[in-house]
């Protein structure tokens, strides 16, 4: 078994970026019925989202910087070039979309969500898109994956 | 009798602004890079990597802004409900508009 501290990389950086979004739906639950008794498990959860984030961008960002040139320079040579041009170039900016909601979220839990609507629907509007955009980006990386595996299948 | 509705805390409605104009000002500065090669190479040369520039200048702006906002009371002068429309609205702008982009350029 070979695994490089390339792959370990890459494989923390979904890692942390499905924890995320995990915690982000965590959240989402907790809010849709909140309670007094629920407030720190919301807020944990939150920080957790915001932390994994974090971690999920900056483990990303190293292997995006230091690693990604000879795969990127694969996937143009090969059948599926979307997978650079379209999927990759969105990912690597759709990213900073659910990294400011993400550390947004703690902020957002920190108002009394039992007794006011308002931010409640803010904290439920919030951990559904950081879920959304989180899966976006999952997906992404997936077709970027297989766009490597399918030019390197083609020769 | 007029029913008040309930505000956001300070920090989360200005927070919650500061991250529209991010998320706007992310897709905005990817289409700029993008179509600009000169600020492209400018954001490469300032941290050794375009991308890492990007993400700074959004979390600046991010902070920055909140900060401002926080301070000032601005975005707490703004319905609660039509912060968290301005929100949505741009986030599914900003995120759309990334693929169109990067779809159709």
């Known amino acids: ?155 | 009798m007029q029913t008040e509705i309930p505000k956001l805390g300070r920090a989360s409605a200005a927070f919650a602004l500061a991250a529209a104009v991010a998320c706007v000002f992310n897709t905005a500065l990817a289409f700029a890079k993008d179509a600009r090669t000169p600020l492209n190479n400018l954001m490469a040369s300032l941290t050794g990597h375009q991308w890492i520039t990007h993400g700074l200048a959004d979390c600046i702006v991010f902070v920055g802004l909140g900060l401002i906002f926080m301070k000032t009371s601005a975005a707490n002068q703004i319905d609660p409900n039509r912060l968290r429309s301005i929100l949505i609205w741009a986030v599914v702008a900003a995120s759309l508009g990334l693929w169109a982009w990067f779809l159709l350029f």
């Open chain 1, 1 to 155: 078994m070979n695994i490089t501290s390339r792959d370990i990389i890459l494989l923390a950086h979904a890692a942390f970026g499905s924890l995320a979004g995990l915690a982000a739906l965590w959240v989402f639950i907790e809010a849709l019925n909140a309670r007094p008794e629920s407030a720190s498990r919301m807020r944990n959860a939150a920080l957790v989202a915001a932390i994994s984030m974090a971690a999920a961008w900056t483990l990303g960002g190293y292997w995006y910087v230091h690693f990604y040139s000879s795969d990127k320079a694969i996937i143009l040579k090969g059948p599926w070039p979307f997978a650079h041009d379209l999927f990759m170039e969105t990912k690597e900016h759709l990213v900073f979309i659910t990294g400011i909601l993400a550390f947004y979220l703690p902020i957002a839990v920190r108002d009394e969500l039992h007794a006011n609507a308002a931010a409640r629907k803010m904290v439920l509007s919030v951990a559904l898109l950081i879920v959304l955009t989180d899966l976006t980006v999952e997906g992404a990386g997936a077709v970027i994956a297989r766009g490597v595996t399918v030019a390197l299948q083609h020769g």
